[in-house]
């Protein structure tokens, strides 16, 4: 987005790539008013959603930035949605957002597919859906435009003497044949997070050391390679410590609204919340360990909860649910048998034979759902709370519980910097030439209010930052209002 966009502004643009080709990890992409949610009638209020942002957040971000993103996102993705038309590239809204009445998602989330793909999604088999789409089509019309890239090439240093003054240049490449690129306009650090460096992740995100798993394609290249050259020249991170990581239960089973019980088979949570609460309280949980446990019935309860618009969201609902298309059994029960052959589920006809799946004491695990079914019963949940809507009988063979695994996805904390979009130093002065896309304003937490909303700052601050690098100004970028 960087790229293109400085190319657009008439600056001639050289695109500096670590690893061999183009790269790309799931396809969820906020955006508030795009032209796509006006034509399937979706209205929300997206000052509602800033709002409710900083309260997640207790006002720990840079809210110029927020509101910057909101009134801007719309308008970056017509543009990246005019140019995947060009290019057979298809867009759609993700339906399985959560709808609960107390923790509430938007529906403002976008996703690519090419023309031909079907959207049954079963868990692994997605062909054709996502970022793994849309990136190559961006190559292709920044190749157009006479965007150069050099991949296996990697940024090394920035040039700026003595720390002092604007950058003017990068030095590239590998030991015996490195190379200067110089810069006349301006250069765009967009080169994801640091969830692989785990020095960094030690200084700056203790917590997300207690994460199961990591997804990021290719693996292990978000090294924070340009937040530690920009450090090296002057720049500075962010000030909100510690820095939000994004996790989710995405490496284990899914885990819908169901019972939710730790290594010691008991309850210790209302399950009405969203997957990064989830990991969250799994992680402090003994061994962190935790299992979502329902019967036969589950298929058929989660479709009416999903669809009746009382739950839903990540690893609850579909990843890949169109607008429109309803909750697919079929794909479920597909994922779930992928699930049960990997060892992600377990399956019993028996309580006690799940227990010892599970590894989890038997006579725990029977006292736990004997009390849940009690609550199922009366209708109210006087332990934790959780609505009586979502409260469901396991009582009937067979019975399953799923581990509940969490990933890290990526750092959503990063470089300092402010609506400009320079990198800023310690005392909050902008480094001449030298702008950030995709780092974040921070707010302690990851809120999934918005899913998508890491891919969306990358494409958003992407777009702007190279109209700024290139010397142009946002404001040929529509402002939504708000």
């Known amino acids: 987005a960087a790229a293109i966009s400085a190319r657009e502004e008439g600056a001639d643009v050289i695109m500096v790539e670590k690893t061999r080709a183009w790269s790309a990890r799931g396809g969820h992409i906020t955006a508030f008013g795009s032209k796509l949610q006006k034509s399937l009638g979706i209205k929300v209020d997206y000052a509602e959603i800033v709002r409710r942002m900083i309260a997640w957040g207790q006002g720990r971000m840079d809210e110029r930035l927020l509101w910057m993103f909101a009134r801007k996102s719309g308008a970056c993705m017509d543009w990246v949605i005019d140019m995947c038309a060009k290019n057979d590239v298809k867009v759609t809204m993700w339906e399985g957002y959560y709808k609960g009445p107390t923790y509430t998602e938007f ?27 849309l990136v190559p089509a ?8 006479g965007v150069k890239i050099l991949f296996r090439t990697p940024a090394v240093r920035f ?20 190379k200067k690129i110089l810069a006349r306009k301006g250069i765009v650090i967009a080169s994801g997070c ?3 460096n785990e020095e960094m992740r030690k200084r700056w995100s203790p917590y997300s050391l207690h994460a199961d798993a990591q997804i990021y394609f290719p693996f292990k290249t978000n090294t924070g ?5 920009a450090m090296r020249v002057g720049g500075a991170m962010q000030k909100l410590e510690d ?33 990064q609460s989830k990991s969250c309280t799994k992680e402090l949980q003994p061994q962190g360990i935790a299992w979502t446990v329902y019967d036969a019935d589950w298929v058929d309860e989660v479709k009416a909860q999903v669809d009746g618009g009382l739950g839903g969201g ?13 909750f697919n059994k079929d794909v479920e029960l597909a994922t779930q048998a992928q699930h049960i052959k990997d060892g992600k ?98 707010s302690g937490d990851y809120p999934t209010l918005c899913p998508g909303m890491n891919h969306g700052r990358a494409l958003t601050f992407g777009r702007l930052a190279g109209i700024l690098a290139a010397g142009g100004s946002i404001d040929k970028v529509p402002d939504l209002a708000l």
Not at 246 to 267: C, I, K, M, W
């Open 225 to 229: 390679d340009c937040h530690i050259m």
């Open 314 to 326: 990540l690893f609850y609902g579909q990843m890949w649910q169109p607008w429109g298309a309803g």
């Open 345 to 442: 589920v377990v399956v019993a006809q028996t309580i006690e034979e799940l227990a010892q799946k599970m590894n989890v004491p038997a006579e725990n695990l029977r006292r736990t759902i004997d009390r849940y079914n009690e609550l199922v019963k009366k209708g109210h949940d006087d332990d934790f709370g959780k609505r009586k809507e979502l409260l469901t009988p396991i009582v009937k063979a067979p019975f399953y519980a799923g581990r509940l695994t969490s990933s890290l996805l990526a750092m959503s904390g990063g470089l300092h910097t402010d609506p400009s979009l320079h990198v800023l130093d310690a005392e909050d002065k902008p480094i001449g030439k030298l702008f950030v896309a995709g780092d974040y304003f921070g």
């Open 107 to 133: 529906p403002v989330t976008h996703f690519f597919y090419n023309k031909d793909v079907s959207l049954d999604y079963t868990y692994g088999n997605s062909m054709g859906i996502g970022n793994v789409v």
């Open 243 to 275: 820095h939000a990581a994004t996790v989710h239960l995405e490496a284990g089973a899914a885990s819908y609204g169901f019972l939710h019980v730790n290594a010691l088979g008991e309850r210790f949570k209302n399950e009405d919340v969203n997957t």
């Open 138 to 145: 961006m190559q292709k019309e920044a190749e157009k435009a």
């Open 194 to 196: 640091y969830a692989s």
């Open 159 to 178: 040039i700026r003497p003595g720390n002092k003054g604007d950058v003017e240049g990068v030095i590239v490449g590998k030991p015996g044949e490195y």
